[in-house]
């Protein structure tokens, strides 16, 4: 193995502490609500991830658990309370809902200024015309950057003019990461399951974005040597080898393949899974900074 293996886990509990610090430094206590409607195993692991950082952080922390057959109105009816509560200055709704309410419905209810998924249109627009001092920005694309910038200092390298691949379009990474990678000058190519010869595009890229879904998908042969790959799936797959029954996460590149080629690598678990909970964690402080009409501290 030779490339850098970077530590999500100690980026992300870095992070979580100078949120922490600011928030005190500032007199704040942020509040954080996310919502879980139904019992999605993957979800509730997410959701009381997401509490226990909050709580971490010292925020005002609350979980909102509502059953699979929540209709859509008794959500939005919820959202707007929400709204409308001084000591909450951060919404998340854990996606994926159940099918029956309408996603974009409900993610369009939530007050821009509270929206700390940053999947609101006006986020999504603010972004994309690249005003991020008013956005508030995903939180999984968010992380990617963070340890994006950590590779290149570590690495030496400027990520101005890079070719930059994120293989992916979706409204939770793919599309956001593209808008933050542009803005930080690479020639950005957004690949996806139509892509005609996808390991060769892929191989183009000195920075490698795996945010498909897809176990293992992105080979070795797929990342161009001294690459600097971003692997955002977590997928759990069967792991017959721990006994029966048992299961592992794996991410969207094969890692033992791909980090014998690449400059640096971020690892499943410990890489941007924990970053997604820090930004979180930042974006619910900003929120609760510029209620008071402070300037968001840069963590
Ligand atoms: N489901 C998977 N990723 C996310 C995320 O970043 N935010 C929310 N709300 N739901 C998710």
Redesign the pocket.
């Known amino acids: 193995m030779s490339a850098l293996v970077l530590d999500g886990a100690a980026v992300a509990d870095a992070t979580i502490a100078r949120v922490a610090d600011a928030a005190r430094a500032l007199g704040l206590t942020p509040g954080l609500a996310v919502v879980l409607v139904g019992s999605d195993p993957a979800?509730q692991v997410?959701v009381g991830a997401k509490g226990r950082a909050a709580k971490l952080c010292g925020f005002h922390s609350v979980q909102h658990t509502l059953p699979e057959t929540t209709s859509e109105a008794e959500l939005l009816a919820l959202i707007d309370d929400l709204n409308r509560d001084p000591a909450i200055h951060g919404i998340?709704?854990?996606?994926?809902l159940p099918k029956a309410i309408d996603s974009s419905r409900v993610l369009e209810a939530i007050d821009p200024a509270k929206d700390v998924?940053g999947?609101h249109p006006v986020n999504v627009g603010l972004a994309a015309s690249g005003v991020f001092e008013r956005a508030l920005i995903?939180?999984?694309p968010a992380g990617s950057m963070i340890l994006l910038d950590r590779a290149c200092e570590l690495l030496g390298r400027k990520l101005d003019g890079l070719d930059a691949v994120i293989i992916g379009r979706s409204n939770?990474v793919g599309k956001p990461m593209a808008q933050l990678l542009l803005a930080r000058n690479c020639t950005v190519t957004i690949a996806h399951s139509r892509t005609r010869d996808l390991p060769a595009v892929a191989a183009r890229a000195d920075v490698l974005v795996a945010a498909v879904g897809r176990p293992e998908m992105v080979r070795g042969d797929w990342v161009k040597p001294g690459a600097i790959v971003i692997d955002v799936g977590i997928n759990r797959i069967p792991a017959p080898e721990k006994g029966e029954g048992k299961t592992r996460l794996v991410g969207d590149v094969a890692f033992d393949e791909a980090a014998r080629v690449a400059g640096a690598i971020t690892p499943v678990p410990g890489g941007v899974g924990k970053m997604?909970i820090a930004m979180l964690m930042a974006n619910t402080l900003t929120a609760a900074a510029r209620a008071k009409g402070l300037a968001a501290p840069s963590v």
Do not use: A, K, M
């Open positions: 979800s997410y998340l709704v854990q996606l994926p998924d999947f995903p939180c999984t939770i997604t």
